[in-house]
């Protein structure tokens, strides 16, 4: 029998990572994929950007980078999970690194760093706007107690890095962003699991293509992506070194 609910109950927490959210706003048809679909769909080939970075979190084996690092300032966290939860959502993520840097009046400051391996140009405004950086300087400074302002993307293969100090004010908007991308990956979610019919899928679901469709894990299964992608070779994303 179907348990009967009561007016006014509060919805239950919507569990999730940033990359979750972010693949929501990016493809909700590459949401469904990789998140909702039994059995998931076969990916294609492995990018070589994709584990490249991956084996430069596990190692940091980038001589320049590693070696304009200051040996006695210990991290306070790498590839650290964090967490935090409002009314809506309870997200949690693994960040690449946490800093914790010495200011000018004796204080510290936390600093969450997030590396980028690719060949893809990067800004300030890649770090001022990113939504998933936001998430874990609010999850990290609740695990840690403590105010978290500061996000860094660092560019590994050319030594670049691009930062942002955040506001309390500027994070409560990532954050109430977040939570409105949620409500609709909750309800998205519930539809799926109704269950919705097949061809109802792009209903839910619509592709929302452009070049970087390319880059699309699930290309070969989405008409769509396909027309509207450049090609892509699996070496293409690495940057030059």
Known sequence: MEQLG?????????????????????????????????????KGPPWAHNSLGASVHNALAVEAYVAGLDPAEEPAGIERTVATRTDVIAVSGRIDRLDERPLPDGRTELVVVDYKTGRH????????????LALYALAAGRVLRRDCRRVELHHLPTGQVFGWEHTAESLGRHLRRAEEVAAECAEADERMRAPLPSEKFDEVFPPRTGPACGWCDYLRHCPEGRAAAVSRRPWDGLADL
């Open 6 to 42: 009561f007016e006014g109950m509060p919805r239950r927490l919507y569990t999730c990572t940033p990359t979750r959210l972010t693949t929501w706003l990016e493809c909700p048809r590459r949401y469904r994929m990789s998140y909702l679909d039994r059995p998931v769909p076969p």
């Open 121 to 132: 140009v990067l800004s300030v405004d890649d770090a001022r706007s990113s939504l998933a």
